[in-house]
Nanobody
Framework: QVQLVESGGGLVQAGGSLRLSCVAS????????MGWFRQAPGKEREFVAA????????YYADSVKGRFTISRDNAKKMVDLQMNSLKPEDTAIYYC????????????????????WGQGTQVTVSS
């Protein structure tokens, strides 16, 4: 049983920044990747960013490269998403997720690779 809780969402003007955090609780196992996904109104959930267990390998959607940075702290069971230069099209509910056991340097971008999901946090970017 693993629970994930996201925080840090809110309302921000275009060009601004937000930092999302996600903390896992319950039983977790080494090794797993952590990722962020988002879902905008009327659209399917899409991949945003992921980070390997080791923290040494990251992967980003093309739409956020150069603007978003993912990081993790395994001691705290936490993953963060620093979002800079936000655009109105970034408006969505953001979800963090954890994979099933995976090699420590591996990242995954497919939602099907993730077994546990948070409840989401709303990010709204105004123009």
């Amino acid at each position: 049983q693993v629970q994930l809780v996201e925080s840090g969402g809110g309302l921000v003007q275009a060009g601004g920044s937000l930092r999302l955090s996600c903390v896992a609780s319950g039983r977790t196992f080494s090794y797993y990747a952590m990722g962020w996904f988002r879902q905008a109104p009327g659209k399917e959930r899409e991949f945003v960013a992921a980070i390997s267990w080791s923290g040494g390998n990251t992967y980003y959607a093309d739409s956020v490269k150069g603007r978003f940075t993912i990081s993790r702290d395994n001691a705290k069971k936490m993953v963060d998403l620093q979002m800079n230069s936000l655009k109105p099209e970034d408006t969505a509910i953001y979800y963090c997720a954890i994979t099933s056991p995976i090699p420590p340097n591996t990242v995954k971008a497919g939602a099907g690779e993730y077994d546990y999901w948070g409840q989401g946090t709303q990010v709204t970017v105004s123009s």
